[in-house]
């Protein structure tokens, strides 16, 4: 693997001509946003990825999403725009917040996601705090869960229920797999792939 720095995934320094651009734009925005888009761009979380995450209820499937770590820090999760959870059937927006570095590999992110009822009716809001930490090579990632936070709000704001963390793995830790041109991230057991040509 040939890389710029001793934490840069493959495909880094495309990546990095590529988002030339916005990395001048975010210079116009102060140097502490410049600095940081620079630092994050380092790290083996930035980029997309096909993830595996929990649902609301814990005996359904996880189910697949797709994630951006982007470098300004932004995080972005697309989640199923509809779920079930204990009081039934809601739709969702996407998942957006903010992440930054807590180690080499892993990072620590904060996002919320919306909620209604099928009628359109504002249920409130889902927090996320969660710590996804990259494989050595940075092609894949795993939250075990023991350092996550969920924070449900109603849609006054009121904290209706949380669940903290415990230093213990959750049941099932959420994973990803970097996405890239041609590879969009599902482990797939070779043989198994079905033609219908």
């Not at 734009?25 to 930035?46: I, W």
């Not at 998942?95 to 992110?109: K, N, P, Q, S, Y």
């Not at 023991?146 to 099932?172: F, K, Y």
């Amino acid at each position: 693997m040939t890389s710029t720095t001793p934490f840069s995934p493959p495909g880094l320094n495309r990546r990095l001509a590529l988002g030339g651009l916005g990395m001048a734009a975010l210079s116009l925005r102060g140097p502490h946003v410049a600095a940081q888009a620079r630092d994050l761009a380092d790290h083996p979380m930035a980029g997309t990825w096909l993830t595996l995450a929990n649902p609301p209820l814990p005996e359904d499937p996880q189910f697949v999403a797709t994630s951006l770590f982007a470098v300004d820090g932004t995080v972005l999760l697309n989640f199923p725009s509809s779920q079930v959870g204990p009081q039934g059937p809601f739709l969702t927006a996407s998942v957006l917040g903010i992440w930054e570095a807590d180690t080499d590999r892993r990072a620590h992110f904060t996002a919320v996601q919306l909620m209604s009822a099928p009628d359109g009716t504002f249920l409130g809001t889902i927090t996320i705090e969660g710590f996804p930490e990259a494989s050595a090579d940075g092609q894949t990632f795993i939250d075990d869960g023991s350092h996550a936070t969920i924070t449900m709000r109603d849609a006054a704001g009121t904290i209706v229920n949380q669940i903290l963390p415990n230093g213990q793995p959750a049941g099932r830790p959420v994973t990803g797999v970097r996405m890239s041109v041609g590879v969009p991230g599902f482990l797939t057991t070779p043989g198994t792939a079905t033609s219908t040509s």
